[in-house]
C-alpha cells in the first residue's frame, strides 16, 4: 500500500459513497418512489392494470399518414444493405427467433410465446427489454416496404405478437418497473408499436387483421401511453429521458382526438433534454457516440413529425438539432464507422451515413463545412482531430459523462484512435454488456484504452455496472499550423494509489504523428502507454513496430524514441453487444524514474531513423532521414 491510499476493503464503500453524493435530487426521490411503488404493486389489494384499462377511451381517432410518411424517409436512408439485413432478421423473428446481443433464442410464434419464460432470466436483462421493447418491429418496418410481397405475412405474424401481448402481459406483476414495464422498454414499445400501425395500415392486400384487433390494439397502445405520462424518466435523466419524451410526443400526435397532454409534454421534455443534454459543439453530454445517434435520431424525428402534423417546431429542439447533426459530421471517421468511445457498439444506432441522410431529408441545415486539413470543428466535449496525408488521429482530451451519470463512461482520459487511410488501426474497445463482471470491469478501465497507466491503479475507480469514483477534468489546448499540437493534462483522482499527473501531448506533419506522454507524482511506480490495436492489425516487434493490415497490405510504423520496454500483449475488442475478439496490444514501458516520458512516432514511412531533442521535460524536435521537424512549444506541462 502506497503512503497516500486507503484499505482496498474501502473500494466498494468508497465508490457508492462517491457515486451517490454527485446524484441529483430528484434522481434520488425518483428511485425511492418507483422502489415503493414496484413493492407495494404486489402486496396491495388494488388492480393495477384494470386502473390503466379504465382510463383507456372505448374508441379513438388516429392519424397515421404522417408517420408512414417518416417511415418511408427513415427506410429510403437505409443502403440496401442495411434494409437486407432487417428483412432478414425480420423474417427470423416472424418464425420465432429472435437474436439480440448476439445471443439467439427459439421464442415461438405470438400464440405461443411466452413473456415471463424462465429461460429469460439466463440472459441479461437488457436481452429481455429488447424483446419487451419489440425490438423487431424496427426490421419490419425499416426493412420492409409494405408494399412488398412478405410484408403481409410479416403483418399477420407481428399481429400475433401484440395480440399474445395484450392477452397476457398486466401491470402490476412483481419487478414490473423493472420488467416488462420498465418505462425505458415503455417508451420503445411505444414508438414501434405507433410505427407498425401505420406501416400495417399501408400492406397491400386484403386485410387479414379484423376490426376487434385493430381496436384492442389501439387501446393498448392508449394504456401504454397513459403508464408511460405517468413514469417519466425524471430519475434516471439521459438518453432515457429523450425516449419518454420522443415517445409521448408521438403518441400525442398520434391520438390527435384525445383532450391528452402528452404532445406538449413530450415537447416540453426535448426542449429541455435539448437545453441541458448537448454541449456547446453539439456533442451529447454522454460523450458516446452510439447515444449521440440514439438522442440525434430522436431529435430528427420530432422536428419531421411536428412539421406533417402541422405543428411548430420549437427553436431550442431545431437549433440543437442541427448542431448536433454537424457535431456527427465533425466527428465522422475515414471509414464511415462510429468511434466506440465509451459505451458504444456498432448495430445499435444508425450508421453515420443513414443518420446525416436523415437529417437532409428532413430538412435539417447546419452550417458545417470541412475544416481545412487538420483542423476541426469539435470543442465542449473535447475531442481533436490531427488529419494528415496518410489518414487521422482522434484525441480524446475531455473529461467523463455528466457527474450525475456515470452509467456509460469509461476511464480513457487522453486515449487516441488512429485511421490510416480509411482503415481503423488503433481502436477504442466497445461494450460487451452492462452486466456487472470482469467483462463490465475491463471495458470501462484505464486497462483497455489508449493512454496511460501508472502501476495498476485505476486513474478512476470503476466498479458494478455503472458506479464511478472521482473523476479527473484535463486542461485541453489545441494549436493547429504546419505541426499542430493538441496537448492535455490531468491529476489522478484515485485515493488506492499514488496521486499523479499525466500530461499528453500529440503532434501531427503533413504524414505523421507523434505522441509524447509525461508523468511526475508517480514515486517510480511503473508507467505504461498502451495502444489498443484493430483485431485485423499484426504487429511484429522489432525497430521499428511494423503495424501490417491484411489483405491490401496496408502496413504502419511504430518507432519508440524514447527508452522503453516494448511487449505484444493480448487485449479484447467489444465491437457488439455480446461480441469478443482477441487483438493485440503494443504496450511500451518505463520504470524507476521519477519523472517518466514515452515517446512514438507513427507513420505510414518505413525511416532508417527517427532521433528526439529535447528540453528538460518536452520533445523540441524530430529528426529523421527526410529532415528534421521543428515541434511547437507546450503550455501545459505540469511544473515538477
Not at 395480440?163 to 398486466?170: A, K
Not at 496518410?390 to 456515470?406: I, Q, W
Not at 511503473?526 to 521499428?544: A, K, N, Q, Y
Amino acid at each position: 500500500m502506497t503512503p497516500n491510499s486507503v484499505p482496498e476493503w474501502t473500494k466498494p464503500l468508497y465508490l457508492y459513497g462517491a457515486t451517490a453524493l454527485k446524484l441529483q435530487p430528484q434522481q434520488v426521490i425518483g428511485m425511492c418512489k418507483r422502489t415503493l411503488k414496484e413493492r407495494l404493486a404486489s402486496r396491495i389489494p388494488v388492480d393495477i392494470d384494470s386502473y390503466y384499462e379504465q382510463s383507456v377511451p372505448m374508441s379513438s381517432w388516429t392519424q397515421h399518414r404522417p408517420l408512414a410518411e417518416n417511415n418511408a424517409v427513415r427506410r429510403s436512408c437505409l443502403d440496401e444493405s442495411a434494409r437486407r439485413q432487417h428483412r432478414k432478421a425480420a423474417q427470423a423473428a416472424a418464425n420465432g427467433t429472435v437474436r439480440f446481443m448476439n445471443h439467439s433464442l427459439q421464442i415461438g410464434d405470438g400464440a405461443s410465446l411466452e413473456w415471463y419464460d424462465d429461460r429469460f432470466e439466463e440472459l441479461p436483462l437488457l436481452w429481455r427489454l429488447k424483446l419487451y421493447a419489440f425490438e423487431p418491429l424496427d426490421d419490419v418496418v425499416f426493412g420492409v416496404d409494405p408494399q412488398q410481397e412478405m410484408a403481409q405475412k410479416l403483418r399477420d405474424q407481428f399481429d400475433g405478437w401484440i395480440r399474445n401481448w395484450i392477452e397476457n402481459v398486466e401491470i402490476g406483476r412483481p419487478r414490473y418497473l423493472r420488467r416488462a414495464w420498465t418505462p425505458w422498454a415503455v417508451s420503445l414499445r411505444l414508438q414501434r408499436w405507433i410505427r407498425y400501425a401505420a406501416w400495417r395500415q399501408s400492406v397491400s392486400g386484403e386485410p387479414t387483421a379484423n376490426t376487434q384487433f385493430e381496436t384492442a390494439f389501439s387501446q393498448e397502445l392508449y394504456k401504454n401511453a397513459v403508464f408511460l405520462r405517468n413514469h417519466i424518466e425524471w430519475d434516471v435523466g439521459g438518453n432515457h429521458l429523450v425516449e419518454n419524451g420522443i415517445a409521448l410526443l408521438v403518441a400525442g400526435l398520434f391520438y390527435a382526438d384525445t383532450d391528452s397532454d402528452w404532445a406538449d409534454v413530450g415537447s416540453a421534455i426535448l426542449r429541455q433534454t435539448a437545453s441541458r443534454q448537448f454541449l456547446d459543439d453539439g456533442c451529447h453530454y454522454e460523450r458516446s457516440p452510439m447515444y449521440h445517434i440514439l438522442t440525434l435520431t430522436r431529435l430528427l424525428t420530432a422536428c419531421d413529425l411536428l412539421e406533417r402534423y402541422d405543428r411548430t417546431v420549437p427553436g431550442q429542439i431545431e437549433t440543437t438539432t442541427a448542431k448536433a447533426t454537424g457535431f456527427l459530421q465533425a466527428l465522422r471517421p475515414p471509414n464511415g464507422r462510429i468511434p466506440l468511445l465509451n459505451d458504444a457498439v456498432y448495430g445499435q444506432a444508425l450508421p453515420i451515413g443513414a443518420c446525416l441522410r436523415y437529417a437532409t431529408a428532413t430538412g435539417i441545415s447546419t452550417g458545417y463545412r470541412e475544416c481545412p486539413h487538420q483542423q476541426d470543428t469539435l470543442g465542449e466535449s473535447g475531442y481533436r482531430w490531427l488529419r494528415t496525408d496518410s489518414g487521422a488521429m482522434l484525441f480524446d482530451g475531455g473529461p467523463t459523462g455528466p457527474p450525475h451519470l456515470p452509467g456509460h463512461s469509461h476511464s480513457d482520459t487522453l486515449s487516441v484512435l488512429l485511421w490510416l487511410d480509411d482503415r481503423p488501426i488503433i481502436t477504442d474497445t466497445g461494450t460487451y454488456s452492462y452486466v456487472s463482471g470482469e467483462r463490465r470491469s475491463y471495458a470501462r478501465g484505464v486497462g483497455s484504452h489508449s493512454t496511460v497507466q501508472v502501476d495498476s491503479v485505476e486513474p478512476i475507480e470503476i466498479g458494478g455496472k455503472y458506479l464511478m469514483g472521482e473523476r479527473p477534468t484535463p486542461q485541453l489546448r489545441t494549436a493547429y499550423g504546419d505541426i499542430s499540437l493538441v496537448e492535455a493534462r490531468y491529476d489522478s483522482a484515485s485515493p488506492f494509489g499514488p496521486s499523479y499527473t499525466h500530461h499528453r501531448a500529440v503532434y501531427a506533419g503533413d504524414d505523421w504523428w507523434f505522441v509524447y506522454d509525461t508523468v511526475t507524482g508517480h514515486r517510480n511506480a511503473p508507467v505504461t502507454s498502451r495502444l489498443m490495436l484493430h483485431p485485423l492489425v499484426d504487429p511484429s516487434v522489432g525497430e521499428p513496430i511494423a503495424l501490417e493490415v491484411p489483405p491490401d497490405e496496408l502496413t504502419g510504423y511504430l518507432y519508440p524514441v524514447t527508452p522503453a520496454q516494448t511487449d505484444i500483449a493480448n487485449g479484447y475488442y467489444y465491437p457488439r453487444f455480446g461480441t469478443e475478439i482477441t487483438r493485440p496490444v503494443v504496450e511500451l514501458s518505463t520504470n524507476g524514474s521519477p519523472i517518466a516520458t514515452i515517446g512514438m512516432l507513427l507513420t505510414q514511412e518505413e525511416l532508417e531513423a527517427v532521433d528526439l531533442r529535447t528540453d528538460g521535460q518536452m520533445p523540441t524536435a524530430i529528426e529523421t532521414p527526410d529532415g528534421t521537424y521543428q515541434l511547437p512549444g507546450s503550455r501545459l506541462l505540469p511544473e515538477v
